[in-house]
Protein backbone atom coordinates (compact mmCIF):
# COMPACT_ATOMS: atom_id res chain seq x y z
CA UNK A 1 0.00 0.00 0.00
CA UNK A 2 1.39 3.42 -1.03
CA UNK A 3 1.40 6.06 1.68
CA UNK A 4 0.45 9.16 0.08
CA UNK A 5 2.16 11.09 2.86
CA UNK A 6 5.63 8.85 2.19
CA UNK A 7 5.36 9.40 -1.13
CA UNK A 8 4.49 13.61 -1.04
CA UNK A 9 7.38 14.19 1.24
CA UNK A 10 10.04 12.04 -0.60
CA UNK A 11 9.27 13.49 -3.93
CA UNK A 12 9.34 17.13 -2.81
CA UNK A 13 11.65 17.35 0.84
CA UNK A 14 13.27 14.44 2.20
CA UNK A 15 14.50 11.79 1.58
CA UNK A 16 17.41 10.58 3.95
CA UNK A 17 20.63 11.92 5.22
CA UNK A 18 22.55 10.53 2.32
CA UNK A 19 20.23 12.93 -0.31
CA UNK A 20 19.81 16.82 0.51
CA UNK A 21 16.95 16.88 -1.58
CA UNK A 22 13.78 14.99 -2.58
CA UNK A 23 13.67 12.40 -5.46
CA UNK A 24 12.63 15.01 -7.63
CA UNK A 25 15.38 17.67 -7.13
CA UNK A 26 17.71 14.79 -7.10
CA UNK A 27 16.89 13.66 -10.05
CA UNK A 28 17.10 17.02 -11.83
CA UNK A 29 20.81 17.22 -10.45
CA UNK A 30 21.75 13.72 -11.78
CA UNK A 31 20.17 14.84 -15.38
CA UNK A 32 22.02 17.80 -14.95
CA UNK A 33 25.55 15.93 -13.99
CA UNK A 34 24.79 13.34 -17.08
CA UNK A 35 24.17 16.46 -19.40
CA UNK A 36 27.67 17.79 -18.02
CA UNK A 37 29.28 14.37 -19.04
CA UNK A 38 28.09 14.63 -22.61
CA UNK A 39 26.31 11.41 -21.97
CA UNK A 40 23.43 12.33 -23.46
CA UNK A 41 22.16 8.59 -24.06
CA UNK A 42 21.91 8.50 -20.44
CA UNK A 43 19.35 11.39 -20.16
CA UNK A 44 15.91 9.30 -20.23
CA UNK A 45 17.36 7.22 -17.35
CA UNK A 46 19.01 10.17 -15.44
CA UNK A 47 15.22 11.65 -15.54
CA UNK A 48 13.33 8.38 -14.74
CA UNK A 49 15.95 6.46 -12.56
CA UNK A 50 14.35 7.29 -9.02
CA UNK A 51 10.57 6.98 -10.71
CA UNK A 52 9.99 4.19 -8.15
CA UNK A 53 10.95 5.83 -5.08
CA UNK A 54 8.07 8.03 -4.08
CA UNK A 55 6.23 4.48 -4.45
CA UNK A 56 7.90 1.95 -1.93
CA UNK A 57 9.01 5.03 0.50
CA UNK A 58 8.80 4.16 4.17
CA UNK A 59 10.44 4.77 7.49
CA UNK A 60 11.93 2.02 9.72
CA UNK A 61 10.72 2.80 13.54
CA UNK A 62 14.52 3.82 14.19
CA UNK A 63 14.13 6.52 11.40
CA UNK A 64 10.54 8.31 12.09
CA UNK A 65 12.08 10.68 14.39
CA UNK A 66 15.15 11.81 12.03
CA UNK A 67 12.51 11.48 9.31
CA UNK A 68 14.45 8.96 7.13
CA UNK A 69 13.02 7.24 4.28
CA UNK A 70 14.28 4.22 2.63
CA UNK A 71 13.76 2.96 -0.66
CA UNK A 72 14.18 -0.79 -1.13
CA UNK A 73 13.89 -2.43 -4.19
CA UNK A 74 12.59 0.65 -5.98
CA UNK A 75 14.62 0.38 -9.02
CA UNK A 76 13.03 -2.76 -9.77
CA UNK A 77 9.62 -0.84 -8.88
CA UNK A 78 10.74 1.57 -11.46
CA UNK A 79 11.35 -0.77 -14.69
CA UNK A 80 8.35 -2.21 -13.65
CA UNK A 81 6.50 1.26 -14.28
CA UNK A 82 8.19 1.75 -17.48
CA UNK A 83 8.61 -1.88 -18.96
CA UNK A 84 6.17 -1.90 -21.51
CA UNK A 85 6.33 1.57 -22.56
CA UNK A 86 7.23 1.56 -25.75
CA UNK A 87 9.16 4.76 -26.38
CA UNK A 88 11.47 4.24 -23.82
CA UNK A 89 15.02 2.53 -25.28
CA UNK A 90 15.72 -1.15 -23.57
CA UNK A 91 18.90 0.35 -22.74
CA UNK A 92 16.89 2.92 -20.89
CA UNK A 93 14.73 0.47 -19.07
CA UNK A 94 18.04 -1.73 -17.80
CA UNK A 95 20.00 1.62 -16.39
CA UNK A 96 16.96 2.38 -14.43
CA UNK A 97 16.68 -1.07 -13.25
CA UNK A 98 20.34 -1.86 -12.18
CA UNK A 99 21.39 1.90 -11.59
CA UNK A 100 22.00 0.80 -8.05
CA UNK A 101 23.60 -2.59 -8.70
CA UNK A 102 26.94 -1.39 -7.58
CA UNK A 103 25.62 -0.38 -4.54
CA UNK A 104 23.65 -3.58 -4.26
CA UNK A 105 26.33 -5.68 -4.83
CA UNK A 106 28.85 -3.81 -1.91
CA UNK A 107 25.75 -3.81 0.93
CA UNK A 108 24.76 -7.36 0.35
CA UNK A 109 28.21 -8.51 0.52
CA UNK A 110 28.32 -7.55 3.70
CA UNK A 111 24.63 -8.07 5.13
CA UNK A 112 23.26 -10.73 2.98
CA UNK A 113 25.10 -13.36 0.95
CA UNK A 114 21.92 -14.75 -0.96
CA UNK A 115 21.38 -11.44 -2.42
CA UNK A 116 24.69 -10.97 -2.86
CA UNK A 117 24.89 -13.80 -4.85
CA UNK A 118 21.93 -12.97 -7.09
CA UNK A 119 22.98 -9.52 -7.74
CA UNK A 120 26.49 -10.18 -9.06
CA UNK A 121 25.16 -12.73 -11.42
CA UNK A 122 23.23 -10.17 -12.60
CA UNK A 123 26.59 -8.08 -12.75
CA UNK A 124 28.24 -10.92 -14.69
CA UNK A 125 25.24 -11.05 -17.22
CA UNK A 126 26.13 -7.30 -18.03
CA UNK A 127 28.08 -6.37 -21.09
CA UNK A 128 31.64 -4.37 -19.96
CA UNK A 129 29.98 -1.47 -22.10
CA UNK A 130 26.92 -1.57 -19.86
CA UNK A 131 29.23 -2.13 -16.93
CA UNK A 132 31.02 0.79 -17.69
CA UNK A 133 28.18 3.33 -18.41
CA UNK A 134 26.60 2.02 -14.59
CA UNK A 135 29.28 3.37 -13.04
CA UNK A 136 29.21 6.82 -14.71
CA UNK A 137 25.57 6.97 -14.04
CA UNK A 138 26.34 5.98 -10.06
CA UNK A 139 29.25 8.47 -10.19
CA UNK A 140 26.39 11.71 -11.61
CA UNK A 141 23.74 9.58 -9.34
CA UNK A 142 26.07 10.04 -6.16
CA UNK A 143 27.08 14.24 -7.04
CA UNK A 144 23.13 14.68 -7.36
CA UNK A 145 22.71 13.94 -4.07
CA UNK A 146 24.02 17.35 -2.65
CA UNK A 147 24.82 15.91 0.24
CA UNK A 148 24.57 18.33 3.32
Known amino acids: MVSLKNFIISLFWKQNSWHAHGVFIHTARVTWYIYKMKEFKMIPAAILHDIGKPFVAFQKPEDIIAKEFSFTDHEEVGYQIIKNWPFISEYTKDLV ?7 DI ?7 LERFA ?4 IWDSLSEDFQSDLKKFIQCDDK ?3 KL
Not at 97 to 103: A, F, G, K, N, T
Not at 106 to 112: A, L
Not at 118 to 121: L, T, V
Open 144 to 146: GKG
Open 97 to 103: RYHYLIR
Open 118 to 121: IKQD
Open 106 to 112: KKSKVKN
